[in-house]
């Protein structure tokens, strides 16, 4: 039974299963155990969740992420926040004001899903909007669950059964991650691990397609170019508008996704000049 939240359906989340919006107690305050345990049944239930409204700073947010899952750092160091470094910045300017051309041009704009390439891949994640943009800056999630159940009966059968081999920027658009020059030109330095193409869910027990553009190199048993078309097909199906949402930034909006059966992208098209600054956690399993 719902006490504490209350869930806003709109068209997009009806459509994509994507971007419910939750209302209830203000996430910076100390919440009570029951009402961080429906919010986070609702993150279950809804692969992109939406909390609109929230005033928090990076004490809160490190501490609300913190009761949520067991919370891990970037691999990229210099985007980390300087106090509490299991939180990293999501900005197109530096701390001292100037632009990032990295974050501002390419960062994160091939579909992904964060650290898949990780013996043990996040399990969830937060972005905190601080500053955005007039114009452009949403963030594109595609869900991973719709992607799996309409499967064309060719792709389901050769995805059931299969494994990728997943790497730090290894995949068609894998130039778009943070560090990805440094993993071309030593992939021995930088994990590779393999991943069932179909995942179950561990919590949901659900299945999801579970490969990304970014990460995921090539299919175990395949040729190079064949696999290539496969991950490209698999990639382009899971991610079409039907089965996509659109989260166009506030200030104040809290996004909570589940890494394991989402992908997601930045649409980037900020004006220079723009300022756009959302803070990050990540984290693996529930604490
Ligand atoms: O900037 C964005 O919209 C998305 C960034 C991203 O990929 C992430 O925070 O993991
Ligand atoms: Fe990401």
Redesign the pocket.
């Known amino acids: 039974m719902s006490a504490y939240f209350e869930i806003e359906q709109t068209a997009d989340s009806v459509r994509s299963g994507l971007g419910v919006r939750v209302h209830g107690p203000a996430l910076s305050g100390d919440l009570p155990p029951r009402a961080l345990e429906e919010l986070r049944g609702i993150c279950l239930e809804f692969p992109v969740t939406v909390v609109p409204g929230q005033e928090l700073d990076a004490a809160a947010l490190h501490g609300l992420a913190r009761k949520f899952g067991r919370l891990e750092a970037h691999t990229a160091q210099r985007y980390h926040h300087p106090e509490f470094r299991e939180l990293s910045y999501?900005a197109n300017v530096g701390r001292d004001g100037s632009a990032d051309q990295f974050g501002s041009t390419i960062?994160?704009s091939g579909w992904h899903s964060?650290g898949s390439f990780l013996d043990e891949p996040f399990s969830q994640?937060m972005?905190y909007a601080l500053e955005v943009p007039q114009k452009g800056g949403a963030?594109f999630f595609a869900n991973m669950y719709l992607a799996y159940e309409n499967l064309p009966d060719d792709l389901k059968k050769r995805a059931d059964g299969a494994s990728a081999v997943h790497a730090l920027g290894s995949g068609p658009d894998g130039a778009a991650a943070p560090s990805a020059k440094q993993a071309q030109e030593h992939p021995e330095l930088y994990p590779h691990t393999v991943k069932p193409v179909v995942r179950v869910h561990p919590e949901t027990g659900r299945k999801v397609l579970f490969v990304n553009a970014m990460h995921t190199s090539h299919v175990l048993g395949m040729g190079r170019s064949e696999s290539d078309i496969f991950l490209r097909d698999l990639v382009d199906f899971g991610t079409q508008p039907e089965f996509v949402y659109k989260h166009e930034w506030n200030v104040g909006d809290l996004v909570i996704w589940d890494e394991r059966s989402t992908l997601?992208r930045?649409?980037g098209g900020v004006a220079a000049g723009q300022r756009r600054v959302?803070l990050?956690a990540l984290f693996k399993d529930a604490a």
């Open positions: 999501v960062r994160a964060d994640a972005l963030t997601h930045a649409g959302l990050r």
